[in-house]
């Protein structure tokens, strides 16, 4: 036992006076106060970091919704402008068809009029040969008609 009781007596704690109980006391409380004071500031820094971390949770929601409405316009714009391209290249096809129809307008329009030339000119030509029969054909009915004057002058037998 004698063994039991040395181990007994090693393991207590050293008699202390009454100052040293109260330094000790004292360190002890300082201990507790600054283990509490630094609880308190880490509380403190906690909740300023989980408000910082809400604000930053609202702002990434705001960004969010802010790029999903960039992207719908951006859908929306492009729509607009591929019906704005799609309306220019019908205009475009239609001037083109318009300056074809018009080409093939004024060839038709040189050709009825070359057409309406030539057959001036063949009017003109065909009035210019009947007036040279009427002329021509005046002139054998005049010499006929003398003819026939002279033999009813001169008798039926002509000699």
């Known amino acids: 036992m004698d063994g039991a009781t040395n181990m007994n007596a090693s393991n207590a704690p050293p008699a202390i006076t009454a100052g040293e109980a109260k330094k000790l006391k004292k360190s ?3 201990d507790a106060a600054a283990a509490e004071k630094l609880v308190s500031h880490v509380g403190k820094s906690l909740r300023s970091a989980e ?3 809400s604000k930053a949770e609202k702002a990434a929601h705001r960004a969010q919704r ?3 409405k ?5 859908h929306k714009t492009a729509q607009v402008l591929n019906e704005a391209q799609h309306q220019h290249d019908l205009a475009v096809a239609g001037g083109n068809k318009a300056v074809n129809d018009l080409s093939m307008r ?3 329009l040189e050709e009825a009029h070359q057409t309406v030339e ?3 000119s063949e009017l003109k030509q065909a009035q210019q040969r009947k007036d040279a029969g009427d002329v021509e054909r005046q002139k054998r ?3 006929t008609r003398q003819v026939a004057d002279t033999s009813r002058l001169t008798g039926p037998s002509g000699s």
């Open 118 to 120: 030539t057959w001036r």
């Open 51 to 53: 408000k910082d971390e």
């Open 28 to 30: 002890i409380s300082k």
């Open 66 to 68: 802010a790029r999903e």
């Open 141 to 143: 009915l005049q010499q």
């Open 106 to 108: 004024q060839k038709h």
């Open 70 to 74: 960039a992207v719908q316009e951006e």
